[in-house]
């Protein structure tokens, strides 16, 4: 417990103590199992000790998904427990068996009001997402079709880094970037060259979106 991101720092004496006054489920979920689906009432935290999860987002209209990988450990959409809006926005299955820690949300308050690191983390936590949203619309916008196809794929990403899967037909791409389809077609195969990505049929594997970014971002 005390390495996971909400308990750092915490001592020993304190996560007995929580654990005795708190409910605090652990579940051990096998491969493809289903955490949490799109649209789910966030009801409490949830906390990925051990394995790693798919993280599927899907947009407004269903015409497209982005999936990721989400690794442990780390906190499923904690900015989602309050709010106007306390619905889970995308859908994570697991990869692996993996070791899901659950805390409810009268707790995750208790939890708060009882420790000032659980408070701090927890805002830490929610803090950084939010800044990083809030500096996405005043990035520099690309001035070539790579960069724009990057910074799609980019700003509909939990993470910033690693390999992401999009599946997506090249018209509706095209359509999204207000480019011509071949045009399209000519640079992701071009980026299919340098390594960058995989080409599969209405599907775009970024292999490591990281090095995808650098010189566009």
């Given at each position: 417990m ?13 996560i007995?103590e929580?654990?005795?006054n708190?409910?605090?489920?652990h579940?051990?979920?096998?491969e ?13 935290l ?22 990721e990988?989400f690794?442990?450990?780390g906190v ?10 306390p619905l ?11 070791t899901?820690v ?12 009882h ?11 929610i803090?950084s ?9 005043w ?6 079709l ?8 980019y700003t ?9 899967t ?5 018209a ?7 480019a ?6 000519k640079?992701l195969?071009?980026m299919?060259?340098?390594g ?6 209405n599907?775009?594997i ?6 995808a970014?650098?010189?566009?971002s």
């Amino acid at each position: 417990m005390m390495a996971l991101p909400l308990f750092l720092g915490m001592s020993g004496n304190d996560i007995d103590e929580l654990m005795s006054n708190h409910k605090i489920a652990h579940h051990v979920y096998s491969e493809k199992r289903i955490v949490v689906a799109a649209d789910e009432p966030c009801n409490g935290l949830i906390i990925v000790a051990s394995g790693k999860l798919s993280v599927i987002t899907e947009s407004d209209d269903h015409s497209y998904t982005v999936e990721e990988t989400f690794p442990s450990p780390g906190v499923i959409q904690p900015e989602r427990v309050f709010g106007l809006s306390p619905l889970y926005s995308r859908t994570f299955v697991t990869k692996e068996k993996s070791t899901i820690v659950y805390i409810p949300k009268k707790d995750v308050v208790s939890l708060s009001d009882h420790y000032q690191i659980f408070r701090i983390n927890l805002l830490n936590t929610i803090s950084s997402q939010v800044q990083r949203l809030a500096r996405m619309p005043w990035r520099h916008t690309p001035d070539t079709l790579r960069g724009r196809i990057v910074r799609f794929v980019y700003t509909r990403c939990m993470l910033p880094a690693g390999e992401k899967t999009v599946i997506i037909k090249m018209a509706h791409l095209a359509k999204e970037l207000n480019a011509p389809r071949l045009n399209i077609s000519k640079e992701l195969h071009a980026m299919e060259s340098e390594g960058l990505i995989e080409l599969m049929r209405n599907k775009i594997i970024v292999k490591q979106l990281e090095k995808a970014i650098e010189p566009h971002s």
